[in-house]
């Protein structure tokens, strides 16, 4: 019914930068909130940023100053530019959507694919 499908992912040195996108597409009426988690190896997935449909945004203490959200809502698309990495933001990112699906208009959590994110030292 509704795909998400990530992108931008890679190695990077400490201190550079990447941005990741995520584009929704399929039976989508609305697109709520979005946003994207992480995972480290060993470790719980965490939040990382999210953003309202009016553009509303919240990050992560850890990522303050260095990660920016945005969404582009004629792409059904939503961005995280990642500056100033270090070697812990290393993990496999997610982004999420919350879509109102067309026609039957329930709201429904759907997941991208998961983009590794590696951060050399």
């Known amino acids: 019914q509704v795909q998400l499908v990530e992108s931008g992912g890679g190695l990077v040195q400490a201190g550079g930068s990447l941005r990741l996108s995520c584009a929704a597409s399929?039976?989508?009426?609305?697109?709520?909130?979005m946003g994207w988690y992480r995972q480290a190896p060993g470790k719980q997935r965490e939040l990382v940023a999210v953003i309202t449909v009016g553009g509303s945004t919240n990050s992560a203490d850890s990522v303050n100053g260095r990660f920016t959200i945005s969404r582009d809502n004629a792409k059904n698309t939503v961005y995280l530019q990642m500056n100033s990495l270090k070697p812990e933001d290393t993990a496999v990112y997610y982004c999420y959507a919350e879509v109102v699906v067309s026609y039957y208009l329930t709201t429904s959590r759907y997941w991208g694919q998961g983009t590794q994110v590696t951060v050399s030292s």
């Open positions: 399929g039976n989508i009426f609305r697109l709520n909130d």
